[in-house]
């Protein structure tokens, strides 16, 4: 039993520790190591293409997180005085979402957003005054904040939804017992007993959205984001650049998921006093 | 009354409740209760969980509104009034204290939610005072979850207190407490009371935490009030069976009216018993009824002049030894015997056979309803 378990770590593991190896190589092949050094990492960050996805990474991380937080949280907040079977076929949706494989959500979007383009771009052509200056919709940073937002709010709804159920009913009546408005009480036991949820919530949708190829594959248009930066590279070769690339990625993905996982923890040791 | 009810609440009381109903669906949670709140007195709603007791009081808060009904606070009509802008402030069962703040940012809550502000200094004042009301000084800027059961129950209690509420809501407040403690809370809450002078309004489902604090005792039951009376009332002159049984202990015979005379009755119970006493509302000749007799009440002895009975268990309560023992007619009853009782007759063991008497007028004849 246990030989198959630590071959199964070995097998899940080792994989990205020979990218994480690789990436201090000090030769300029992928395949032989030759000593150590941290040039790759040096090259990676002054090469402008990758800075350049980078950029359009964080971004469209930064910004679709924080609109999937806010709809989630409005969305969890909304759905504790749902019950029955309307409850049960918003949970079903919330999961659908999360569970459908992302080369779906990527296809319908883009087809969609083409759709729904093809059918707007002519109407605003028409009513613009010079019709071949008209703004024209188009893939972009824009479909990529659409299609990752709406993937991650389902997320947000189910982490703070736990935490808004778990929340003790009577802090709400005490509150508004002594004396708070809906809205004071909103601002001053509410938020504060969910605001981990938020956080890590926030937090998972930011990694989601960094880290997702499959999505950005279809919806980026002409964006390049750092996974499909490197799933691009990768096309002329390994190189010891991409490990870096690739290790450093990882490394901030899993510092974020162990911030977002202990930030959970704390706030519910904090909701049961 | 009557013109006064038409005009407005009477000015005696601090709360009313006039025909207040409250019904979730098909389930009727509280049922018509009609109950003035006397200003500065201590009331509390005893009855089994399920009875309505704690719809009274959410009415009261501001959490339900009744169906049916009016409820009055000090003279003013409140029904459509929510609960945070009603003059009365509630001890949660479990406390309920913000677990993000701390002892006196929970405390100063009900001040800091006031329009304009309070200044701070004032607000501080208020809490230690609070604190030292509730005997917990210089606990201010602890954690809550730093602190114990009992001292979580004296923040949840100053939290209430600050704002000087003209009603003061305790739901199941010593539930969650050990015995020991809850005693001594009993204590205090009750010192507390006559000190501050505000109402206060307890739901209980422990007849002895209603009996010992309460100056009133409203005893519930599917969602009505059976009887109101002072806990010595309610123990003296139960209303009917149920009353019996849920202030005290009691022991209960049933058997046939043959006389009435007065507010006298005579019940004849198994084997041609006879149980004379007090005679219940209603209680007429030849209907069925019972007799109710505290256990303190009979006494029992060596000798053979009363009614014959076995000892079948024996319970040693320190000042007091609670028996049970058996007639073949009349069944189990128990019987509570003083120490003093017992020291001229020495103590009976467990199947030793006695006989127990009781005086004339010390049974309750009552509705077995």
Same mark, same amino acid.
């Given at each position: 039993m246990r030989f198959y378990a630590i071959a199964v770590y070995l097998f899940l593991y080792i994989p990205i520790g020979v990218i994480a190896v690789f990436s201090?190589?000090?030769?300029?092949?992928?395949?032989q190591l030759q000593g150590f050094s941290t040039q790759w990492y040096g090259k990676a960050l002054s090469n402008p293409f990758v800075m350049e996805a980078l950029q359009t990474s964080a971004t469209v991380a930064a910004v679709s997180a924080t609109l999937a937080t806010i709809a989630g949280t409005l969305a969890a907040l909304a759905l504790q005085g749902v019950t029955g079977k309307p409850r049960m076929i918003f949970d079903a949706l919330l999961y659908i979402a999360v569970m459908v494989p992302g080369i779906v959500i990527g296809i319908s979007t883009l087809i969609a957003l083409v759709t729904l383009f093809d059918w707007l771009n002519p109407m605003i052509a028409a009513f613009w005054p010079v019709a071949e200056s008209a703004p024209k919709l188009q893939m972009g940073k824009g479909s990529l904040i659409a299609a990752h937002g709406m993937f991650t709010m389902a997320l947000v709804v189910i982490i703070v939804r736990a935490r808004v159920a778990g929340m003790d009913r009577s802090l709400i009546e005490a509150s508004a017992d002594l004396g708070a408005t809906p809205l004071g009480t909103f601002r001053q036991v509410t938020l504060p007993q969910i605001f981990p949820a938020i956080l890590a919530g926030f937090l998972l949708a930011f990694t989601f959205s960094f880290d997702d190829f499959i999505i950005a594959f279809f919806v980026a248009g002409s964006e390049t984001t750092l996974p499909i930066y490197v799933f691009s590279s990768i096309r002329r070769g390994v190189t010891p650049e991409i490990n870096a690339i690739g290790t450093m990625v990882l490394t901030v993905s899993l510092l974020i998921l162990v911030v977002a996982q202990s930030i959970l923890q704390r706030g519910r040791r904090a909701q049961t006093g | 009354m009557g013109a006064e009810s038409l005009t407005g609440a009477d000015k005696s009381s601090i709360a009313e409740l006039r025909g207040a109903t409250k019904r979730f669906g098909a389930v009727v949670?509280?049922?018509d209760i009609n109950l003035s709140i006397n200003r500065g007195e201590f009331l509390s709603f005893l009855g089994?969980? #399920?009875?309505g007791k704690t719809t009274a009081l959410r009415m009261l808060a501001g959490f339900e509104a009744p169906t049916e009904g009016d409820i009055y606070l000090d003279g003013q009509r409140v029904n459509d009034i929510p609960a945070h802008q009603r003059p009365v402030n509630m001890v949660f069962q479990h406390y309920a204290l913000f677990p993000h703040l701390t002892v006196a940012e929970n405390i100063s809550y009900g001040l800091r939610q006031r329009r304009p502000k309070p200044p701070a200094a004032e607000i501080e004042a208020a809490v230690n005072r609070a604190l030292e009301t509730v005997r917990?000084? #210089?606990? #201010?800027?602890? /954690?809550?979850?730093?602190?114990s059961g009992g001292q979580q129950q004296r923040v949840a209690l100053a939290r209430a207190i600050i704002n000087e509420p003209k009603l003061l809501l305790l739901d199941e407040p010593m539930a969650a407490l050990d015995k020991k403690l809850r005693h001594d809370m009993q204590i205090e809450l009750q010192t507390l009371q006559r000190k501050l002078g505000i109402t206060f309004i307890l739901v209980t489902h422990d007849q002895e935490e209603a009996l010992s604090m309460s100056d009133r005792i409203c005893i519930m039951r599917d969602g009505g009030i059976v009887q109101i009376g002072s806990p010595r009332d309610l123990y003296?002159?139960?209303?009917?069976r149920y009353v019996a049984d849920f202030v005290g202990k009691s022991n209960f015979f049933e058997g046939r009216v043959t006389s009435v005379a007065g507010d006298t009755a005579d019940l004849q119970g198994a084997a041609g018993i006879s149980f004379i006493g007090h005679a219940g509302a209603g209680i007429a000749v030849g209907q069925r009824a019972i007799a109710s007799l505290r256990p303190e009440q009979i006494s029992l002895s /060596?000798?053979? #002049?009363g009614v014959p009975v076995t000892v079948v268990n024996r319970i040693f309560l320190g000042e007091h030894t609670e028996y049970l023992v058996q007639n073949p007619d009349l069944g189990q009853f128990l019987i509570l015997a003083s120490r003093q009782a017992e020291a001229g007759e020495g103590n009976l063991e467990p199947g030793e056979t006695g006989s127990v008497s009781w005086r004339d007028g010390a049974a309750l004849i009552l509705n077995n309803d």
């Amino acid at each position: 039993m246990r030989f198959y378990a630590i071959a199964v770590y070995l097998f899940l593991y080792i994989p990205i520790g020979v990218i994480a190896v690789f990436s201090f190589n000090a030769g300029r092949y992928a395949a032989q190591l030759q000593g150590f050094s941290t040039q790759w990492y040096g090259k990676a960050l002054s090469n402008p293409f990758v800075m350049e996805a980078l950029q359009t990474s964080a971004t469209v991380a930064a910004v679709s997180a924080t609109l999937a937080t806010i709809a989630g949280t409005l969305a969890a907040l909304a759905l504790q005085g749902v019950t029955g079977k309307p409850r049960m076929i918003f949970d079903a949706l919330l999961y659908i979402a999360v569970m459908v494989p992302g080369i779906v959500i990527g296809i319908s979007t883009l087809i969609a957003l083409v759709t729904l383009f093809d059918w707007l771009n002519p109407m605003i052509a028409a009513f613009w005054p010079v019709a071949e200056s008209a703004p024209k919709l188009q893939m972009g940073k824009g479909s990529l904040i659409a299609a990752h937002g709406m993937f991650t709010m389902a997320l947000v709804v189910i982490i703070v939804r736990a935490r808004v159920a778990g929340m003790d009913r009577s802090l709400i009546e005490a509150s508004a017992d002594l004396g708070a408005t809906p809205l004071g009480t909103f601002r001053q036991v509410t938020l504060p007993q969910i605001f981990p949820a938020i956080l890590a919530g926030f937090l998972l949708a930011f990694t989601f959205s960094f880290d997702d190829f499959i999505i950005a594959f279809f919806v980026a248009g002409s964006e390049t984001t750092l996974p499909i930066y490197v799933f691009s590279s990768i096309r002329r070769g390994v190189t010891p650049e991409i490990n870096a690339i690739g290790t450093m990625v990882l490394t901030v993905s899993l510092l974020i998921l162990v911030v977002a996982q202990s930030i959970l923890q704390r706030g519910r040791r904090a909701q049961t006093g | 009354m009557g013109a006064e009810s038409l005009t407005g609440a009477d000015k005696s009381s601090i709360a009313e409740l006039r025909g207040a109903t409250k019904r979730f669906g098909a389930v009727v949670a509280a049922r018509d209760i009609n109950l003035s709140i006397n200003r500065g007195e201590f009331l509390s709603f005893l009855g089994p969980s #399920g009875c309505g007791k704690t719809t009274a009081l959410r009415m009261l808060a501001g959490f339900e509104a009744p169906t049916e009904g009016d409820i009055y606070l000090d003279g003013q009509r409140v029904n459509d009034i929510p609960a945070h802008q009603r003059p009365v402030n509630m001890v949660f069962q479990h406390y309920a204290l913000f677990p993000h703040l701390t002892v006196a940012e929970n405390i100063s809550y009900g001040l800091r939610q006031r329009r304009p502000k309070p200044p701070a200094a004032e607000i501080e004042a208020a809490v230690n005072r609070a604190l030292e009301t509730v005997r917990l000084p #210089g606990f #201010g800027p602890r /954690r809550i979850w730093e602190m114990s059961g009992g001292q979580q129950q004296r923040v949840a209690l100053a939290r209430a207190i600050i704002n000087e509420p003209k009603l003061l809501l305790l739901d199941e407040p010593m539930a969650a407490l050990d015995k020991k403690l809850r005693h001594d809370m009993q204590i205090e809450l009750q010192t507390l009371q006559r000190k501050l002078g505000i109402t206060f309004i307890l739901v209980t489902h422990d007849q002895e935490e209603a009996l010992s604090m309460s100056d009133r005792i409203c005893i519930m039951r599917d969602g009505g009030i059976v009887q109101i009376g002072s806990p010595r009332d309610l123990y003296d002159r139960p209303k009917n069976r149920y009353v019996a049984d849920f202030v005290g202990k009691s022991n209960f015979f049933e058997g046939r009216v043959t006389s009435v005379a007065g507010d006298t009755a005579d019940l004849q119970g198994a084997a041609g018993i006879s149980f004379i006493g007090h005679a219940g509302a209603g209680i007429a000749v030849g209907q069925r009824a019972i007799a109710s007799l505290r256990p303190e009440q009979i006494s029992l002895s /060596r000798g053979d #002049g009363g009614v014959p009975v076995t000892v079948v268990n024996r319970i040693f309560l320190g000042e007091h030894t609670e028996y049970l023992v058996q007639n073949p007619d009349l069944g189990q009853f128990l019987i509570l015997a003083s120490r003093q009782a017992e020291a001229g007759e020495g103590n009976l063991e467990p199947g030793e056979t006695g006989s127990v008497s009781w005086r004339d007028g010390a049974a309750l004849i009552l509705n077995n309803d």
